[in-house]
């Protein structure tokens, strides 16, 4: 039976020190976050960040633009956040409607106020095995989450499904940066079974219900699962079919319960260090 990697107990360890240190601030970290549209999944997110940052103490300002706002207003919205000495992290939740070019929108962001780490600059950062402004989040916060309960990555096969921005792009550098052998695994992938059962880390960031079934695991290996998806009877479900994979995993996350605490507790702290970076503390 494997162990438990419960980010919703790690994810209030590493808040409830931040909550302390912010106690301490002449002023709060500001946290911007822009809606477009009505997307009610977008709208749980936007406003779990928005509780979140203010139990800690954070300010935090929701900017809701309608489905029908043009790119130029958009951007002209992210400039004026960009300015905004107040402001010290900008996120725009995705996915944004199709009339509007999310690289752009991206690339409009100051890189010192992009809080989830999607512009180029930050990630090239990554790439290029240098620091940048801040790491994503939920790659981050899986980092943190193996770390709290030592678990080895250098020299680790670890395999990543799914190759979003958001998700399985930075997680296999950074994975990479900590010296693992790393394979990305994709909807294209041939025989994804033969490649998963390699992986003394397996993480799976598709969205798709029951993908990682037991013959996908190796014995002992840790899995981590980034899905985030509802069964038929509405229940959240993570990609990975849970009790199947935990009789060969050593270590597993739950869903709920694992990586999404993870994730939101790894956007407070980048608000906060984007906040202490601007402010030179
Ligand atoms: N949509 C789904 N996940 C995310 C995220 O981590 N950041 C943003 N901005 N949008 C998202």
Redesign the pocket.
């Known amino acids: 039976m494997a162990k438990i990697l419960d980010g919703k107990l790690v994810a209030k360890e590493i808040l409830d020190n931040l909550s302390d240190e912010i106690l301490f601030l002449e002023k709060a970290p500001c946290l911007a976050v822009i809606i477009v549209g009505d997307d009610p999944a ?1 709208k749980i ?1 936007v406003n779990l960040k928005r509780k979140k940052a203010t139990e800690l103490g954070f300010d935090s300002v929701v900017v809701e633009m309608p489905e029908t706002i043009t790119q130029n207003d958009l951007l002209a919205k992210i400039e004026e956040l960009n300015e905004d000495k107040k402001i010290n992290a900008i ?5 944004l409607p199709k009339h509007i070019d999310a690289n752009a929108v991206i690339e409009k962001i100051n890189p010192i106020k992009d809080v ?1 780490c ?1 512009h180029p600059y930050n990630v090239g950062r990554i790439a290029t095995g240098n620091i940048p402004y801040i790491y ?3 790659p981050k916060g899986i980092m943190r989450l193996l770390e709290y309960y030592d678990i080895e990555i250098s020299g680790k096969n670890a395999v990543v499904v799914g190759r979003s921005n ?1 998700v399985g792009k930075p997680m296999a550098q950074m994975l990479l940066n900590s010296n693992a052998t790393v394979t990305i695994c994709h909807s294209k992938t041939k025989n994804l079974s033969q490649i998963t059962q390699k992986a003394d880390i397996l993480i799976s960031a598709v969205g798709k219900a029951n993908l990682i079934t037991k013959d996908m695991v190796k014995e002992g290996a840790v899995v981590v699962d980034v899905g985030m998806n509802r069964t038929q009877d509405g229940k959240l479900c993570g990609d990975v079919d849970f009790w199947e994979a935990e009789q060969k995993a050593s270590y597993i996350t739950p869903v709920p319960g694992g990586v999404g605490p993870m ?1 939101i507790c790894s ?1 407070m702290v980048n608000t906060y260090d984007l906040f202490k970076k601007q402010n030179e503390l």
């Open positions: 977008s997110y996120l725009v939740q995705m996915p989830d999607f994503p989040c939920t958001i994730t956007l």
